[in-house]
């Protein structure tokens, strides 16, 4: 099956620099990768998410860039700020539909004002 | 739009003692899940449902959890007896075209 690690586990950064969190995947027919943000107490929302078909997405100060032949994927977050704060997940699925998602560890983002 | 509903959002038992857990999906998803997850971890699936069927229970511990989605929407999750390692936030999610939408999620501890 599917196995997804994720890192840092935890990554403090200062107001206004960015944020890089990094995942790999061990199945190469995995073809859709979200990102959830869970901030403390609360549900997992997703962020954004990519596909096989292309490298690089973005969304305002997020992006995901995708190396298929690396196995592994980046979320990248510039201008950090306090609300950033939040345990971030990537996952992965060889499931179209995005179902059988594997979710890696998660990662503890801290951003200092 | 209401979102995916859980409840309870707490729950504290002994060990030995039964569980139970309801989730409301969003209305029109025909896919519903329940994960598991452990403090500091990611979730983990326990079973997805497609309508009323189960098609993936293969991370489900059977021997004291069951889980039931009787006409399609809501489900509930069982777990009996409960073990102090049952200590855990039980997450329910739903989706139709791929995006998974979660619950608040039900905290569990078994003292």
């Known amino acids: 099956g599917e196995n997804v690690e994720q890192h840092p586990s935890t990554l403090s950064v200062q107001e206004g620099d960015s944020a890089v969190i990094k995942c790999t995947y061990s199945?190469?027919?995995?073809?859709?990768f979200p990102w959830y943000k869970q901030e403390l107490g609360k549900r997992p929302q997703l962020i954004i998410d990519?596909?096989?078909?292309?490298g690089e997405k973005k969304d305002q100060r997020i992006a995901v860039t995708l190396n298929k032949t690396a196995k592994h994927f980046s979320l990248h977050i510039t201008e950090t700020q306090p609300e950033d704060s939040a345990v971030y997940f990537c996952?992965?699925?060889?499931?179209?539909?995005?179902?059988?998602?594997?979710f890696g560890g998660g990662t503890r983002l801290m951003v200092k004002p | 739009e209401a979102g995916v509903v859980q409840s309870p959002r707490y729950k504290i038992i002994e060990k030995k003692q039964p569980v139970a857990f309801w989730c409301n999906p969003i209305?029109?998803?025909?896919?519903l899940y329940w994960y598991l997850q452990n403090l500091g971890q990611g979730p983990e699936l326990l079973i997805r449902?497609?309508?009323?069927?189960?098609?993936?229970d293969s991370q489900l511990p059977k021997d004291r959890f069951s889980a039931e989605r009787l006409k399609g929407v809501d489900s509930t999750l069982k777990i009996q007896p409960a073990e102090l390692g049952d200590s855990a936030v039980y997450l329910c999610?739903?989706?139709?075209?791929?995006?998974?939408?979660f619950g608040e999620g039900s905290r569990l501890t078994v003292l």
């Open positions: 199945d190469s027919a995995s073809n859709y």
């Open positions: 209305s029109g998803h025909n896919t």
């Open positions: 996952a992965a699925t060889a499931d179209n539909a995005g179902n059988m998602l594997t």
């Open positions: 999610a739903s989706s139709n075209t791929g995006e998974l939408f």
């Open positions: 990519i596909r096989s078909n292309v």
């Open positions: 449902y497609e309508n009323e069927e189960a098609v993936d």
